[in-house]
């Protein structure tokens, strides 16, 4: 009898979870450019609005949002990378696994001196 597949009931495995974790950061970063266009354009509108508008954003929800939003760009960018190696390159899905885990290590030696530099700042270390 054999044995059932590892993962979810689509087979999910790292490239379904780093699919679905691409599509995810994608739309969050394009929310994010959508919104740094409108609030920036106010800068020609009003200046004492865009003033406004980015003083409400110097307090610490929204320095943690930003800590999510660089998460999400790395991720996106370092596998953006993978896929492209895994689509372009002959041997890149035999190696989809290990270049999962090489996004991870990048996105991880990236991110945390980033948080940790990034939180000091916003929580007035």
Do not use: C
Not at 18 to 33: D, E, K, N, P, Y
Not at 45 to 60: L, M, Q, R
Not at 68 to 82: D, E, Q, T
Not at 104 to 122: D, M, S
Request: glycine share 12%; hydrophobic share 55%.
């Amino acid at each position: 009898m054999p044995s059932k597949p590892a993962g979810t009931l689509y087979r999910g495995r790292e490239g379904m979870w780093s699919w679905v974790a691409h599509r995810i950061t994608g739309v969050g970063i394009f929310f994010f450019l959508l919104v740094h266009v409108l609030d920036t354009a106010l800068v020609r509108v009003s200046p004492e609005a865009y003033n406004e508008v980015i003083g409400t954003y110097k307090n610490p929800i929204v320095g943690l949002l930003e800590v999510g939003l660089v998460a999400a760009i790395l991720f996106h960018a370092f596998n953006g990378i993978r896929l492209i190696l895994v689509d372009f390159w002959a041997k890149g899905p035999r190696y989809q696994r290990q270049l999962m885990i090489g996004v991870g290590v990048i996105w991880v030696v990236l991110f945390v001196p980033f948080v940790i530099r990034h939180l000091t700042h916003v929580f007035g270390g």
